[in-house]
C-alpha cells in the first residue's frame, strides 16, 4: 500500500474522516451531517454543533477505517482541520487526530479548511498545472487566493462582511425556505427571471478583489418587508433568481478581472458554494469568454469533508510538514499571505 492519509474534519457541523491512498485512491468518506438538529434553529448552533462532534468522531473514525479496509497500524500519517472554523467544533477534530497520531507514532498534519477545500479540486484533477486562481466560497468565506506554486497561498480579495454562502441562508430565511439556504434558492431559482428585480451589486473601489454581501442582503430584506406592508404577493422564483445573480455576477467578475492582473489562465472553485449551478454556469461562460479553463471539484466534495483534508495533508506529507502534538484550533486561522 502506498502512503495513507487518515483526513479528520470537524470544522462546522460535518463530523467526516476519510482514507486516501497516494493523494488520489480515495477509499472512503464518511460524512456525519448535522443539518436536520440545526435546520429548527435556522443556522449552526456552535455548542450543540461541538456536543455532536463527540458523539459522532470516533464511530466517524472507525467507519471510515472498516470501509477503507485499513487498519489504524496501516496508516502513515493524520491529517486535521484546525482552523479556521468554529472553535469548539474544531477542538474535538484535532484532539482526536492528536490521540491518533501519538498513539500510532505517526506524523500529525495540521490542514488550514480553506486549503482543504482548495485540494478538493486535485483529488478530481490531480494533474492540474500552477499556477493557478482559486475562488472560493462558503458560508464563512468569499475569497479569491492565487496559487504560484503548490502549498503557495496568496490572498487577493476576501469578503469584507457577510460571506456569499452566509447572504444565501439569511436570504433564505427572510423567504422562509429553509436551511441550508444555497441550494434552496439555486433550485428556486432555476424557475425565475434574473433580471425581474434590479438588485445593487458591490464592486467596491477600482482594482479591489474583495467582496461585500451585506448590501444586497440588505435590499433583499427591504424588498420583502416592503411587500409585506403593501400586502403584494412575491414572486419567489424570480426573488432568488434576482437575489443569485447578484451574487454570482460580482464572484465571477473580480475572479476574471484578477485573471487578468495576475495572467492566470487556469480557475478553480472551492467551497460549498462551489455546488451552485449558477455560478457554475456563469464562471464557465465567462471564463471561456476570457480563454480561460474553469476546474470544479464533484458536487459531493464541495461541502465540508474529510477527503479534501486528507489530500491537503497527503501534498504537506510529502513536503514533511508535520505539526507538532501540542496543535491548537485557531478559529481564525488566515491562509498564506496577507495580500499578494
Do not use: W
Request: contains cysteine; glycine residues 10%.
Amino acid at each position: 500500500m502506498g502512503i495513507t492519509i487518515l483526513g479528520i474534519e470537524t470544522s462546522c457541523d460535518e463530523t467526516s474522516a476519510a482514507v486516501l491512498v497516494d493523494g488520489v485512491d480515495l477509499r472512503s468518506n464518511i460524512i456525519s451531517s448535522q443539518i436536520e438538529i440545526h435546520k429548527k434553529f435556522g443556522g449552526v448552533v456552535p455548542e450543540v454543533a461541538s456536543r455532536k462532534h463527540l458523539e459522532n468522531v470516533h464511530p466517524v473514525i472507525i467507519e471510515a477505517l472498516d470501509k477503507a479496509g485499513v487498519a489504524p497500524v496501516d496508516l502513515d500519517a493524520v491529517a486535521v482541520t484546525y482552523g479556521p472554523g468554529l472553535v469548539g467544533a474544531l477542538l474535538v477534530g484535532v484532539a482526536a487526530a492528536k490521540a491518533m497520531a501519538y498513539s500510532l507514532d505517526v506524523p500529525l498534519i495540521g490542514v488550514n479548511h480553506l486549503e482543504g477545500h482548495i485540494s478538493a479540486n486535485f483529488l478530481a484533477q490531480p494533474d492540474l498545472q500552477f499556477p493557478l486562481l482559486c475562488l472560493v466560497v462558503s458560508g464563512g468565506h468569499s475569497d479569491l487566493v492565487y496559487l504560484p506554486s503548490r502549498g503557495e497561498y496568496k490572498l487577493l480579495g476576501r469578503t469584507r462582511d457577510d460571506a456569499a454562502g452566509e447572504a444565501f441562508d439569511k436570504v433564505a430565511r427572510s423567504m422562509g425556505l429553509g436551511y441550508p439556504g444555497g441550494p434552496l434558492i439555486d433550485k428556486l431559482a432555476k424557475n425565475g427571471n434574473p433580471q425581474a428585480i434590479q438588485f445593487p451589486r458591490a464592486y467596491l473601489e477600482e482594482g479591489s478583489f474583495d467582496f461585500s454581501f451585506s448590501g444586497l442582503k440588505s435590499a433583499v430584506l427591504n424588498y420583502l418587508n416592503r411587500a409585506k406592508m403593501l400586502n403584494e404577493e412575491i414572486n419567489k422564483a424570480d426573488l432568488a433568481a434576482s437575489f443569485q445573480r447578484a451574487v454570482v455576477e460580482v464572484l465571477v467578475e473580480k475572479t476574471i478581472m484578477a485573471t487578468r492582473k495576475i495572467g492566470v489562465k487556469t480557475i478553480m472553485l472551492a467551497g460549498g458554494v462551489a455546488a451552485n449551478q449558477g455560478l457554475r454556469e456563469l464562471l464557465q461562460e465567462r471564463a471561456a469568454l476570457a480563454g480561460c479553463q474553469v476546474f470544479f471539484p464533484p458536487i459531493n466534495l464541495c461541502t465540508d469533508n474529510a477527503a479534501m483534508i486528507a489530500c491537503a495533508g497527503y501534498y504537506k506529507y510529502l513536503r514533511g510538514d508535520f505539526a507538532p502534538l501540542t496543535l491548537n484550533a485557531l478559529p481564525s486561522l488566515p491562509l498564506g499571505e496577507d495580500r499578494y
